[in-house]
């Protein structure tokens, strides 16, 4: 989730097509499948396992907002893991 988070720090055009698109290559530069990552990035977003396409809800939540509950949230995780 930290290489994710680095690649949407990167993105400048934010909308959902965008999102999706650099999600897709990030699944296919990394040779994993979707579960793997959708999920997590869900969680970390919106706290919850199901839902509308979490691109539009990243879109709809704006780049500053998505990363900082990214950032939020997978430092809590790492934390809880740690112990």
């Known amino acids: 989730m930290r290489e994710w988070t680095a690649i ?3 993105i400048n055009t934010f909308d959902a097509e965008t ?3 650099e999600f897709k ?3 296919e530069q990394k040779g994993t499948g979707i579960g793997k ?3 997590p990035f869900r969680l970390v977003l919106t706290g919850k396992g199901m839902g509308p396409s979490m691109f539009e809800i990243a879109t709809l ?3 500053e907002e998505t990363l900082k509950r990214m950032q939020v949230n997978l430092s809590t995780i790492e934390k809880i893991k740690g112990k």
């Open 61 to 63: 939540l704006g780049k």
């Open 37 to 39: 990552v959708l999920q």
């Open 19 to 21: 999102i999706e698109k």
């Open 25 to 27: 290559a990030y699944l």
């Open 8 to 10: 949407i720090e990167n």
